[in-house]
């Protein structure tokens, strides 16, 4: 069993950044992959961002089209953690941010992930 709780969510003026992390239990976090997640108000869930577990070649990550560039995942196994940097926020990037993991590859479906957060509030004020 896998716990994960994020924090870092908070109320932002639009252009700025903010910084979300996301606490994993359990002694085989390196061998997970880690997801974000968000889902604004009358909306699904959408993929965000992922990274893989390391491999000799250093993690590999994959963002969606509407955060790249402005979006970075990274991981510290030695900490159990995960976090999205979000730079350039704007207000439609408004949403509960959730985090998710699985075992195995990188995958953004959301049905892949088999462990989530109870996610964190992001609102970007124009």
């Known amino acids: 069993q896998v716990q994960l709780v994020e924090s870092g969510g908070g109320l932002v003026q639009a252009g700025g950044s903010l910084r979300l992390s996301c606490a994993a239990s359990?002694?085989?976090?390196?061998?997970?992959?880690m997801a974000w997640f968000r889902q604004a108000p009358g909306k699904e869930r959408e993929f965000l961002a992922a990274i893989s577990s390391i491999t000799w070649s250093g993690p590999n990550t994959r963002y969606a089209d509407s955060v790249k560039g402005r979006f970075t995942i990274s991981r510290d196994n030695a900490k159990n953690s995960v976090y999205l940097e979000m730079n350039s926020l704007k207000p439609e990037d408004t949403a509960i941010y959730y985090c998710?993991?699985?075992?195995?590859?990188?995958?953004?479906?959301?049905?892949?992930?088999?462990?989530w957060g109870q996610g964190t509030q992001v609102t970007v004020s124009s």
């Open positions: 998710a993991t699985k075992l195995g590859g990188l995958r953004i479906n959301i049905d892949d992930y088999n462990y």
């Open positions: 359990g002694r085989t976090f390196s061998t997970y992959t």
